[in-house]
Structure formats: structure tokens, C-alpha cells
């Protein structure tokens, strides 16, 4: 094993693990939160790319990491893009390295308002490898970027526990801001299903990269662990003393 492939598996568990405790998104609002602080946009790779009519195929590379390395196929509308209809989109993640998508991916609802006098939604089904529901399997948003931020211009949400749907509603959002929202999955994901009304607004999926000072921390823990190996370990006597430790005082 490599120490980059060691660095990218120590990150991808440090970033998995993290995600875990974040806050289910649950309920329903006229608009979602915004995180304080606001980091803003994570640092994220390319959107899916289109690669044919009917349904297109996403590919992360690094410095993505290692459990996102990989191509995902669609079939449907692409709905990253306001040149494409608006539809169902079914999402097939079986290709990727664990076979799922893994949690901790960044979901990116963009532009999604009443500014083109469109009912703009997203409705987002998932399902397991079994093809069961998951259900709640996104958290509450970590990120916002865009101009025109305020609790106003954050689109409102619902959830629907016994079918596991989120609903992403523009419709409380009365003016027209050019805002992102990020949300995580806090579960893998074998298929997903997006429903977009509008080609006004625009869904992607971007996967998390390492920061540099993860990197920094991951790279010098082999250094540290080695250095406190050779500090503990027990030091051996020399032979002769070990000798002479179990003699008895000569005889007067």
C-alpha cells in the first residue's frame, strides 16, 4: 500500500466519520438554514458530464477521494444545466469503487426561486442496494454561496418520512438571488431519483477533497508514529550486568 493511497483512505474515514454527526434534515420550512458560520462553497469536483442523448455519466478524479474515484451512469435529463428539460433523472451509483455513493457527498441545489416565474422544485428519492427507501438520508445544509444571501433567500424545504422524499421548494423565495445551497448524504446511496420541475434551477453532486492541511496532518502521522516507537521501546540491559544481577555477595 502507498502512503497516497494511505493518506486517501485516512481522509475519506476522517471525513465519513465526521459526517456522521451531523444534524438529519426533517420536517418542513419556508427556508432552510444557514450555517453559522457559513463556510460557503466546499471545495468540490466537476459536476456529472453529459456523454450521450437519453442519459449522461459523472467521473470524479483525484484529488477527489479514493471512495468517489470512479464513473457513475444516468439516465434522464441532466439537471446541472438550464439547457436541458426539466424531468426524472435516476441515478445508478453501482460502478463506483464501494458500489454506492458514499456520505459526505456535497448535494448542490442551485438558483432555485420564483426570479423566471417558474415553480421550481427538486423532489429526491434514495434507495438502498436492496432497493429500500432510505429515509431521513440528508442533513441539515453546510454550506451557502452566491449573492444576495439571507434566511429569505434559502428555498424551503420538506420531508416525507414514510417515502423517504425531500422536496427542495423555490416557492417561498419571492425574489430572484443567485444562491447555492450544500447539502451531505449522511448514508450511501445505491440509487437516486431527482425530479426537477424547472430548467431554471440546477442540481449536482460534488465530492469532497482532501484539505491540504489534512494532508499535512495524515502525511507526518507515519513520521510521529515511528518516532514514538523508537522513544518507548523497552531498552535491553547489557548481558553482563544481567549476569551479575543474580549473584550473591561473596562469602566473608
Known amino acids: 500500500m ?46 456529472a458530464i453529459t456523454t450521450g442523448s437519453g442519459g449522461f455519466t459523472g467521473t470524479w478524479t483525484p484529488p477527489a477521494l479514493a471512495p468517489w474515484v470512479g ?32 456520505s459526505g457527498t456535497y448535494f448542490r ?32 445544509p453546510i454550506g451557502v454561496s452566491g449573492t444576495g444571501i439571507s434566511s429569505t433567500s434559502m428555498p424551503g424545504w420538506s420531508f416525507d418520512a414514510l417515502s423517504g422524499g ?4 423555490g416557492t417561498s423565495v419571492t425574489s430572484n438571488p443567485n444562491v447555492a445551497v450544500y447539502l451531505p448524504n449522511n448514508t450511501a446511496i445505491t440509487t437516486l431519483e431527482v425530479q426537477r420541475t424547472s430548467e431554471f434551477s440546477s ?28 522513544h518507548t521501546a523497552p531498552q535491553r540491559r547489557p548481558r553482563k550486568a544481567r549476569a551479575s544481577a543474580g549473584r550473591l555477595p561473596a562469602a566473608l
Open 2 to 47: 502507498t502512503i497516497r493511497s494511505i493518506i486517501s483512505g485516512a481522509a475519506a474515514v476522517f471525513l465519513l466519520a465526521g459526517s456522521a454527526f451531523g444534524q438529519a434534515l426533517t420536517g418542513s420550512g419556508s427556508h432552510l438554514a444557514i450555517p453559522a458560520p457559513n463556510p460557503g462553497a466546499p471545495a468540490n469536483q466537476p459536476r
Open 71 to 102: 464513473t457513475f451512469s444516468a439516465s434522464g435529463p441532466i439537471p446541472g444545466t438550464t439547457s436541458n428539460p426539466p424531468g426524472v433523472t435516476l441515478y445508478d451509483f453501482t460502478s463506483l469503487p464501494t458500489g454506492a455513493l458514499p
Open 109 to 140: 441545489f442551485g438558483d432555485v426561486d420564483t426570479g423566471s416565474a417558474t415553480t421550481e422544485q427538486f423532489i429526491l428519492h434514495a434507495f438502498d442496494s436492496n432497493g429500500q427507501i432510505l429515509s431521513p438520508w440528508l442533513d441539515v
Open 166 to 169: 425531500y422536496t427542495i421548494d
Open 203 to 230: 442540481f449536482s453532486l460534488h465530492a469532497p477533497v482532501p484539505s491540504p492541511a489534512t494532508l499535512s496532518v495524515l502525511a507526518a502521522g507515519p513520521v510521529f508514529a515511528r518516532r514514538r516507537r523508537r
